[in-house]
């Protein structure tokens, strides 16, 4: 038994969890790991995230923001901030991805009790210094995932340090245009791998919440983005457009052109990100799997620098990593 592994059997005697049975559920793109723990009928989630390279307690504050607003996500049954472990509420199996999977006709029913989750958070959440800020730094900093990670990977050159300096300046006046809508709690992965159907609640409770623990402040256009331009799964036109449509008829006040040009703005970050992100976990974290997806990626960013608001970073885009060069990334192991 690894060390890591007793202090896991430990955490669990002390809760009054020994000799429960563990089974994996899942990893995810950082470096937490998920077990369902059963004893004498009962079932709960443990979180392991080695505390040297993750931190737990961001998970706890948001996790009681979003149970004080009686949104659904993990109720905490116990915890250790110390070693990196928590004990969640069971919320089941039944992901979105699952759930369509076996139904995909009920597409539009989950897509829009999503987005009327998103309305009920922004009408609901208040503001809370324990959350950071998604700044122009931050987001900065996510962008240049793509100079890191991804140019490379497809040109075999690195940016240049004049093309570095156009990247910067484009963005900075797009970030601003962001700042023209409403701020809200930005959840920042909302997507159907971590939303879960649970019909036994009612409302927007109906839709339990997963993997928030880098939720910021920031735009309110960021959540609908995320779940809309899904690094995983294709969302049809026609049910984003309404999904936008149904978000903004439920705050008339919120000006509808500067939403919409948030909205693209945001879709590029979040697209340029992504594919530094998933050429990261390749090279860096030796986790190719998500590599298949680098092509919906350039699909979601294509149509958001398409917007005359992006012109100019259009542009950069066509110098910088023409359409030949908008590739996948070799993986590392096959290299």
Known sequence: MTDRNQHIEGFLAQQGWAGADRGTLADDASFRRYERIVLNGKSAVLMDAPPEIEDVRPFITVAAILNGMELSA????????????LLLEDL???????????????????????????????RRYSASSSIPSYDDTRLAAETDLLLEWYLPAVTGKTVTDSARRAYHALWRPLFALTRTIPESL???????????????RSGVGA????????????????????????????VPADLAGRAIDRYLAAFPEIDSESFRIA??????????????????????????DYLCH????????????????????????EDALPPDSRTTPVQLTEQ
Not at 74 to 85: H, N, S, T, V, W
Request: a negative charge; proline letters at 6%; charged letters at 25%.
């Open 186 to 200: 930005v959840l920042r992965d909302y997507h159907v791998d971590n939303l879960i159907w649970l019909p036994q």
């Open 92 to 122: 089941g199996d039944d992901t979105y991805t699952q759930v369509l999977s076996n139904a995909p006709n009920r597409e539009e029913e989950l897509y829009m009790l999503a987005v009327d989750l998103l309305i009920a958070l922004h």
């Open 263 to 288: 909205y693209a703005i945001l879709g590029a970050q979040r697209n340029a990100k992504i594919l530094g992100i998933f050429t990261r976990l390749d090279r860096r974290d030796l986790k190719p």
């Open 294 to 317: 680098i092509p919906r990626i350039w699909r979601w960013l294509s149509e958001d620098l398409r917007h005359p608001a992006l012109s100019e970073m259009r542009a950069w885009f």
């Open 74 to 85: 993990p109720k905490l049954i116990a915890r250790d901030p110390e070693q990196g472990f």
């Open 207 to 234: 839709c339990g919440l997963l993997d928030f623990q880098d939720a910021v402040v920031g735009p309110a256009a960021y959540d609908l983005v995320s779940l809309l331009e899904d690094a995983r799964r294709n």
